[in-house]
């Protein structure tokens, strides 16, 4: 899990950079095994970074939540952005109950802003004072993604 000790990765991800191999298995065993979808992002057979869909119960069971990282070293080739249009492809086959994928951005992530809007996600507006990370309260930038868009591949 190269991308959960990269420092440069996780300044926009809600935990902080694992020092040990405990906290990684400790994730896996609480958070990636129990996750309803959950994927690596491999590069040669090797996790460089991981991709995942969360969805909501009641009147927001319509909606999933795609989140994302990947190790720095491979940002700005195309890695991030072929998986997010893989991904959409494939959820909404999956699970057709989905009619929107979103994706909630940092306004200062412009790199993952970027990656999604290569994957066609069409940006929808800022959420000022949304979410507190790290002690800091943060604008998000909402994207998102229909069935019915362009061809995401």
Known sequence: MVWA???????????????????GIKFIKEHVVPHPWFRAICLDNKPIGAISICTKPGNDSCRGELGYVLGSKY????????????VA?????????????????DVNNVGSQRVLEKAGFQKE?????????????CDMVMYSLLPSDQCHT
């Open 89 to 105: 492809d494939t959820i909404f086959k999956e699970w057709a109950h989905l009619e929107r994928l979103e994706a909630l951005v």
């Open 125 to 137: 507006g800022v959420l000022r004072k949304y979410v507190v990370l790290k002690g800091r309260t």
């Open 5 to 23: 000790s990269d420092e440069k990765v996780v300044r926009f991800c809600t935990w902080e950079a694992y020092t040990n191999k405990e906290d």
């Open 75 to 86: 940002w700005g080739k195309g890695i991030a952005t072929r998986a997010v249009r893989i």
